[in-house]
């Protein structure tokens, strides 16, 4: 699977955002996908998953909420909307997928290691 993040760019804080992730090399139906974020100095952190199927989802605490996962796949596209931006949301955002081997299609991956494919990554900057 390859993936590609877009969308990210410099906003004030409360204003919203959408990035996208577009997908390839497998449909999209069959893999569970999610958005992680890294900020400078941290390790790389969980903020949202969805499902192969798109009936589940999972937010970490910081952003339930305000940051919505969708996905469309017939589009093979993945978005991650965001509002009420905050400046400690300044992080790169990082989608990811897993075929979710074993998994029924409900079933959400939240954990770094459970994705096997990553894209390269879309910077967000929030200021105050």
């Known amino acids: 699977v390859q993936l590609q993040a877009s969308g990210g760019g410099l906003v004030q804080g409360e204003d919203s955002l959408r990035l996208s992730c577009a997908t390839s090399g497998r449909t999209l139906s069959r893999v569970a996908v999610g958005w992680f974020r890294q900020a400078p100095g941290k390790v790389r952190e969980f903020v949202a998953a969805?499902?192969?199927?798109?009936?589940?989802?999972a937010y970490a605490d910081s952003v339930k909420g305000r940051f919505t996962i969708s996905r469309d796949n017939a589009k093979n596209m993945v978005y991650l909307y965001m509002n009420s931006l905050k400046p400690e949301d300044t992080a790169v955002y990082y989608c990811?997928?897993?075929?979710?081997?074993?998994?029924?299609?409900?079933?959400?991956?939240?954990?770094?290691?459970?994705?096997?494919?990553w894209g390269q990554g879309t910077l967000v900057t929030v200021s105050s």
């Open positions: 969805t499902s192969r199927n798109g009936d589940s989802t």
């Open positions: 990811a997928a897993s075929p979710a081997y074993g998994r029924s299609d409900y079933y959400t991956l939240t954990r770094r290691g459970d994705y096997g494919y």
